[in-house]
Structures are given as C-alpha cells and as structure tokens.
C-alpha cells in the first residue's frame, strides 16, 4: 500500500473511486437517479482541475498500481469561525474499507495540513451516511446541521469537528 499526494495523471482513477464510492455509499440514501447520473468522465475532468489548482490538498491510496482511495482538505469552506481546515472527502473502494486505509490516508493528510497553518478540521457527511462512526472513533463531535440540494432533493447534513487537528491526527496512528 502506497500513500502519496495526487498528480495530474491521477485524475481518472480518483473519479473512478468518487463514482464507484458515491454510488455504494449512498444507496438507499440518495435517489438513484443522481447516482446513476454520476460520470466518471466528468469527474475526471474536475479532479484534474483540482489536482492542478493549490486550493486543494489531495493524498490518494494506491495498491498495486490502482487507486483505491483518496481524501481531499483544505481551508474551511462555510465561514465557520469554530474550524480553520476542512476534509472535503474521503472515499475508499468497498474491497479497501475496514483495513486501516482510511486512517492512513487521513494521516498524511492531516500533516500536510498542519504544515500549511491548520489547527482545527471540520467535516460534513450525509445524516443517514452510515460511516458516521469513522469519525466518531477518531473522536470528532457534532457541531454543527446544514443541508444539501441533489437533483432536486434536499438532505440533511451533519457537520463533525476536531478542535485539534494535531490530536486527530495522533489518533489516526492507533
């Protein structure tokens, strides 16, 4: 298992993660019309126009030459005055989840994130996204409730905090 910073040339296996992870994920939660209109092509192209911006910062997990993850963060998004960094995402492949693979890419992550200044992280998930307890073991609180609009459909979101970025961090080594 190898953890690295994205490069441009990760772009399409990062969409490929992001459609295939959206589209487990969120079954049953989100409606199937939004998932199945997920296209790994546009996906692409946006990871590409993230890859090559310095907004974002973006580790992916690579097993035998194939991405089989990725988490983004950067500055917080919403104006919260309680967070200074944001997870945008973090997404595995089925086959890769429950092995430790998500704490490891959130660790190198989180110390690229503390070396640019950032002592804090929020992170927003889905209400009825069942990998909420992810965040609850790394000890994240529930700080904050906004909504999001999906073809339509609004659904409810769930902000998790750390107020320090530095602990979180620590507690992705156990």
Partial sequence: MQIRKACFDDARGIAEVSVSAWQ?????IVA??????????KRTEKWADKINGKDEIIYIAEKEGKIV?????GGERGGSSQFDGELYAIYLLKVAQKKGIGKLILFYLL???????Y???????LKDNRSKGFYEKLGAKRVLEDAIVLSGVSYQ???????SLNELRDKCTK
């Avoid at 487990?24 to 049953?28: D, F, L, V």
């Avoid at 199937?32 to 092509?41: I, K, N």
């Avoid at 993850?69 to 963060?73: I, L, Q, R």
């Avoid at 110390?111 to 200044?117: H, L, P, S, V």
Wanted: glycine share 14%; net charge negative.
């Fill in 24 to 28: 487990s994920t969120y079954k049953g």
């Fill in 32 to 41: 199937d019309d939004f998932l199945d209109s997920l296209s790994v092509q």
């Fill in 69 to 73: 993850g990725y988490a983004s963060g």
């Fill in 111 to 117: 110390n690229d994130m503390e070396k640019r200044g």
């Fill in 119 to 125: 002592r804090s992280l929020l992170v927003w998930i």
């Fill in 157 to 163: 979101l769930l902000g998790y905090g750390w107020q």
